[in-house]
């Protein structure tokens, strides 16, 4: 069965940085298009971060809010799927989930939690002003 398991979160000064992984397993990770979603209290599950890989190549893409400030990578061989984010705001305090569809899919898909098929637990960022 498949499981993803995030690590990483915590408690940051604005400005700071932090990064977050995703261990995953019982996939075939290369086949899928992996991503980070955040959820602040009150507020919809949105889109942070996708990486995909395909044909031996792999890529991103971001939401306008986090770019510049935010780098997805994964590593095939670790099934591992990292968040550096750097410049940390305020608003940018959410739960952060882990999710995992099998590829491919269009890039405009891969923003709509809708389309992922496994979720992480969830890992807190709270950033402090």
């Known amino acids: 069965q498949v499981q993803l398991v995030e690590s990483g979160g915590g408690v940051v000064q604005a400005g700071g940085s932090l990064r977050l992984s995703c261990a995953a397993s019982g996939l075939t990770f290369s086949n899928y298009v992996m991503a980070w979603f955040r959820q602040a209290p009150g507020k919809e599950r949105e889109f942070v971060a996708a990486?995909?890989?395909?044909?031996?190549?792999?890529?991103?893409h971001y939401a306008d809010s986090v770019k510049g400030r935010f780098t997805i990578s994964r590593d095939n061989t670790k099934n591992t799927v990292n968040l550096q984010m750097n410049s940390l705001k305020p608003e940018d305090t959410a739960v952060y989930y882990c999710?995992?569809?099998?590829?491919?899919?269009?890039?405009?898909?891969?923003?709509?939690?809708?389309?992922?098929?496994?979720w992480g637990q969830g890992t807190l960022v709270t950033v402090s002003s």
């Open positions: 999710a995992a569809v099998r590829g491919p899919i269009t890039i405009a898909r891969r923003s709509d939690p809708k389309e992922y098929n496994y």
């Open positions: 990486s995909a890989w395909s044909w031996g190549l792999g890529s991103t």
